[in-house]
């Protein structure tokens, strides 16, 4: 119908390529395949071809109702810590000819970001990749004393600034940890599910 995918997992496309005719269809089902995620869309811009979602606190295997881990490995990580989903979704005019690596007469190239700057993707007319780029964001609290016999004894220490007025700081924040390829597969396989229907 649309696309192509390239892929090289089981799990779903590294990125997915389509035609500008179909760019308003797949645009809406990236928006719903990550509303389907649990990432609710903050930022929609078809003329630049982003889509931007809150981030998604990630399920564990004690919380069945969030977000399903996309690997074993990351509910064990979810459980332990707790962790979070940033994504955002990227629409890039191919500005160059798409070739095929099995003859070897024309390379797979990407996109011509240089010259695809302050393009409307709406009145664009050619092919386009969407690719999603998903990273693992974990939560950190800074000032925890650990008791060494019991966690009932834990306290926290109340961080001031040097100078006056001293109001609280706050002293939790997020840092991101590494980036979620199976879970961005997981999204172009939504993506192009959603395009099937």
Known sequence: MFCAGCSSSVLGPDVIVLDSQNYTAVFDAAVAAASNDGMKPVL?????????????????????????PSTARQGLENTLAMQRRTARFE??????????????????????LLSSTGLDLTTYSGPMELRVWVYVDRHYQQGIRR?????????????????EPWEQVSNAFWAPITR?????????ASVESQLAQ
């Open 44 to 68: 929609l811009d078809r003329r630049g071809g982003v889509i931007a979602p809150d981030p998604a606190v990630a399920g564990s295997f004690l919380e069945p109702w969030k977000p399903k």
């Open 91 to 112: 629409f890039v005019p191919l500005l160059r000819p798409v070739g095929v690596l099995d003859d070897g007469s024309a390379p797979l190239v990407g996109p011509d």
């Open 147 to 163: 008791g060494t016999w019991s966690l009932r004894q834990e306290t926290r220490t109340t961080v001031l600034p040097a100078e």
């Open 180 to 188: 979620d390829v199976a879970r961005e597969r997981d999204l172009l």
